[in-house]
């Protein structure tokens, strides 16, 4: 056994070597996995009391910190959702932790409905998601406390602001879909925890229809064929008639839907299957005004399409394509548009991303017809759409846009179809003036020769080769879009560049850009961030020694992959929440739901392609590193934080 090195706080290393289908895997710091263990707590203890006193000594942390304060209070605002003429949106001004939950009455009076520090004064409390009911009259919300996401979830009368019923717990990833006149909705519960093994809790839920004002414990259960059989999540939607309900469910984290659909009656439905796990596509799928299903899906279309058909005829060889794929674009979101004074007939708006910039198209809701495009601000990213709801007829013909871009807080954008011209709302409520910056998008070339495109942000005037923050994610099929970002802002603000990389494993060139990324291929994404280090350095806007990464979750597995493969090309790393024990990350919170994307150490074929690049394994002794940044909540639920404590303890006795 041998101490870390004397600067550092002393952490015992383990002989521990285990034989994994044939791989000898060491683990010298498994006794870091338990945080409750008084060594745990003594050696993370002194790694805090180290970095801060390290930190507090750093020059020109005061100035940074007051550049970053004004340009986190620009706040935020939300494009509206209506209801019955009823708009409900979300605000937050300079001074607040949360944003306020609004409710603009159709008369245009605004009033606050829900604040989540009124409820908790000590602001650990949070609104993790909210929904009216199709009247206006009602609204269920979900809260939570101190970062658990084990949300309880409430219903008030939106005139009174008074609860109607009593709070509901086990509600953690819920979804709920109101049925008409408020008095039921369906909604998404976990199992109690004595109806599962211990620890199984969190990956079982049930869907209940609940009348408002009984006991939960007497809901129904909605049920249908291989509907509770191996999905973690699931997303329900009814139809504004109350007619249909249509069920999502996943599998973990899964790029798989299966779709089910019931005819709602006074008795609880029983669900017929649209698509199962083995279709292998992704679908949203819904109940639309003129009593059609649409389904927004990958089938045949790795970039999206739109098809629809009859309810009650909604297997996939009744399907009619509605709007095919873009072989540039990626189709994110669809919304039905009335006509309004414009008359004509309805309209769908089409939420696309081209190259992870956003953009709409208008096309008829009647056989797909292009019929143009709404002018937006500028290249950025759409955040929020929505439209008015049938019984808000005097706002037909009109489509609210949630809109960033980097250098541009939150704003809401309205776009009327009479004039054809788009016009700002709302504004976040403390924006402020931004660093003067230059803003750009380059492609460069990856290892295997893939074209991939970054989002650069540099200070205005000549190019020079200045320290450079490099940022992206690349898993999950999660796109990073060019959004307001004032940690990036400051960083430039004082003198550097800053890059964000559309790395593949993400979604922002479709699926397949997605599936480049993932398990067997998800080397593509450290070459990809490799090469987008060195495009930069060839472009002379830095160099290797001046050059630093960040990355959290997902992307913190990336940045720690990336300075485990090429210490020498990065000079820091900020790795934050990271995953980096790749062989034991399914044994932890809900590492399990994620093997469809990483794969599965329990596999001898899967555990060699976590084994090729898992961070915590492929610390060298000898190797002088960047030197890296962890950072960790105690109270994740997503990554444990013993990932980074081990690799702490790792890099510490190498370097």
């Known amino acids: ?259 089910w659909i019931a005819e709602v009656g006074e008795r609880t439905p029983r669900l017929t299957p649209v698509l199962t796990q083995d279709d292998d596509v992704q679908c949203t799928a819904w109940v639309e005004r003129d009593g059609l299903l649409y389904l927004h899906t990958t089938d045949g279309a790795p970039r999206w399409r739109l098809a629809v058909t009859e309810p009650t005829a909604p297997g996939r060889e009744h399907w009619r394509e509605l709007v095919p794929e873009d072989p540039e674009s990626v189709l994110q979101a669809v919304r039905r548009l009335e006509p309004g004074p414009a008359g004509g007939g309805p309209l769908l708006a089409l939420a696309r991303a081209r190259h992870a910039v956003g953009e709409v198209d208008l096309v008829s809701a009647a056989d797909g017809t292009p019929i143009g495009t709404v002018p937006l601000p500028g290249t950025g990213s759409i955040t929020g759409l929505t439209v008015a709801d049938q019984d808000t007829p005097q706002r037909a013909g009109q489509l609210w846009l949630g809109w960033t871009d980097l250098v541009t807080p939150a704003q809401v954008h309205r776009f009327d179809l009479a004039t054809g011209r788009t016009v700002l709302e709302a504004v976040a409520p403390g924006a402020t003036a931004v660093p003067e910056v230059r803003t750009e998008q380059r492609t460069f070339t990856s290892a295997d020769g893939t074209t991939v495109r970054m989002f650069v942000l540099t200070p205005p005037g000549p190019s020079a080769a200045r320290p450079t923050l490099v940022t992206g994610y690349g898993g999950f099929a999660i796109s990073r879009e060019p959004t307001y970002t004032p940690s990036a802002l400051a960083w430039v603000a004082a003198g550097g560049g800053y890059a964000l990389v559309s790395l593949r494993g993400g979604s922002e060139e479709g699926e397949q850009w997605h599936l480049g990324g993932n398990r067997a291929n998800k080397q593509n994404v450290f070459d990809d961030l490799h090469a987008a280090a060195e495009a930069l350095i060839a472009a002379g806007d830095t160099t290797a020694d001046r050059l630093a990464i960040s990355g959290g979750s997902n992307g913190g597995l990336l940045v720690g992959a990336a300075f485990t493969q090429r210490p020498s090309l990065y000079r820091a790393v900020v790795c934050s929440a990271p995953l980096l024990d790749m062989v034991r990350y399914e044994e932890f919170s809900l590492g399990r739901t994620w093997n469809d994307e990483y794969g599965t150490a329990a596999d001898p074929v899967e555990l060699g392609w976590l084994l ?44």
């Open 612 to 655: 090729s690049y898992s961070p915590y394994h492929h610390v060298e002794p000898g190797t002088e590193y960047p030197a890296v940044l962890f950072t960790v909540f105690d109270s994740d639920s997503r990554v444990d934080p013993l990932h980074a404590r081990k690799m702490c303890a790792a890099l510490q006795h190498a370097t």
């Open 1 to 259: 056994m041998e101490a870390t090195h004397s600067i550092y706080p002393e952490a015992e290393r383990l002989d521990l070597v285990e034989d994994l289908h044939g791989h000898r895997v060491a683990d010298p710091y498994r006794w870091l996995e338990d945080a409750d263990a008084p060594a745990t707590k003594t050696w993370s203890a002194a790694q805090d009391a180290l970095t801060r006193a390290h930190l507090d000594a750093l020059p020109g942390r005061a100035g940074l910190t007051a550049t970053l304060h004004d340009l986190f209070s620009a706040g935020s605002v939300s494009a509206p959702l209506w209801r019955a003429g009823r708009a409900f949106f979300t605000r937050r001004v300079p001074g607040q932790e949360h944003a306020l939950l609004h409710v603009r009455e159709p008369d245009g009076t605004e009033r606050v409905l829900l604040d989540p520090v009124e409820i908790d004064p000590s602001g650990l409390t949070t609104l993790d998601s909210w929904v009216p009911d199709w009247e206006g009259r009602q609204l269920a919300y979900w809260l939570s406390r101190g970062g658990d996401e084990q949300s309880v979830l409430h219903v008030l009368d939106v005139t009174t602001g008074e609860e109607v019923e009593q709070p509901i717990d086990r509600c953690r990833y819920s979804s709920l879909t109101w049925l008409p006149g408020g008095a039921e909705f369906f909604f998404v519960r976990m199992v109690r925890p004595d109806e599962v093994e211990p620890g199984q809790q969190p990956f079982h839920r049930r869907i209940w229809r609940h009348r408002i004002g009984t006991d939960p414990d007497t809901d129904e259960l909605v049920d249908g064929p291989g509907l509770y059989g191996t999905y973690n999540y699931y997303l329900v939607r009814a139809s504004r008639d109350g007619r249909w309900l249509v069920v999502t469910g996943n599998l973990g984290t899964a790029r798989r839907d299966s779709v």
